[in-house]
T-cell receptor, first 118, second 114 residues
């Protein structure tokens, strides 16, 4: 069975601080996908990143960066120089591969509520 | 990203009634998923809806309570039947874009049952 653990329920930081959101996963599959989503107070889920299990390269997108460590089954997310608009619930999710390149339904972590204070 | 429209965005319903939520996608997609997010909780998959076949339900969810339709590759509906206050949740439609495997979500339908 698949499982995603986000041990940090809530995090508060002051604007411009860096913050790392932890994600640890469990799966028996050799091929799988990892995702991060942002859910602002308005409720919609915003797709941030998708990473497959064979690509362990870290990725940077603007102020966002992701650290995928297969050896520790972790896929952590760092926001650099945080801003108030980053305040949201962040979900890490895991999916097995149905066919080549295609993920299927997601197993979500419990989410981390990030509050960035001005 | 895929454009996914859900209707209604929110509703307040009486116990015992049923509500149908619509999900419209701007492009053809193979797989559509329906999730539930109870207040303060994470997302739980209700079912997977493929065009031309019956939906596949996850453990704890049954067709009589959550009937789903998928008449074509751009549209699906989820009905929450005989509602009780415990059904108060956000219901989200999700689609997988073919060949890229990216999974996108609609803006959700926030349902309150009195």
């Amino acid at each position: 069975a698949q499982k995603v653990t986000q041990a940090q329920t809530e995090i508060s930081v002051v604007e411009k601080e860096d913050v790392t959101l932890d994600c640890v996963y469990e799966t028996r599959d050799t091929t799988y996908y990892l995702f991060w989503y942002k859910q602002p107070p308005s409720g919609e889920l915003v797709f941030l990143i998708r990473r497959n299990s064979f690509d362990e390269q870290n990725e940077i997108s603007g102020r966002y960066s992701w650290n995928f460590q297969k050896s520790t089954s972790s896929f952590n997310f760092t926001i650099t120089a945080s801003q108030v608009v980053d305040s949201a619930v962040y979900f890490c999710a895991l999916s097995e591969e149905v066919s080549s390149g295609s993920a299927r339904q997601l197993t979500f972590g419990s989410g981390t509520q990030l509050t960035v204070l001005p | 990203s895929a454009v996914i429209s859900q209707k209604p965005s929110r509703d307040i319903c009486q116990r015992g009634t049923s509500l149908t939520i619509q999900c419209q996608v701007d492009s053809q997609v193979t797989m559509m998923f329906w999730y539930r997010q109870q207040p303060g909780q994470s997302l739980t998959l209700i079912a997977t809806a493929n065009q031309g076949s019956e939906a596949t339900y996850e453990s704890g969810f049954v067709i009589d309570k959550f009937p789903i339709s998928r008449p074509n590759l751009t549209f699906s509906t989820l009905t929450v039947s005989n509602m009780s206050p415990e059904d108060s949740s956000i219901y989200l439609c999700s689609v997988m874009r073919q060949y890229t495997g990216e999974l996108f979500f609609g803006e959700g339908s926030r349902l309150t049952v009195l």
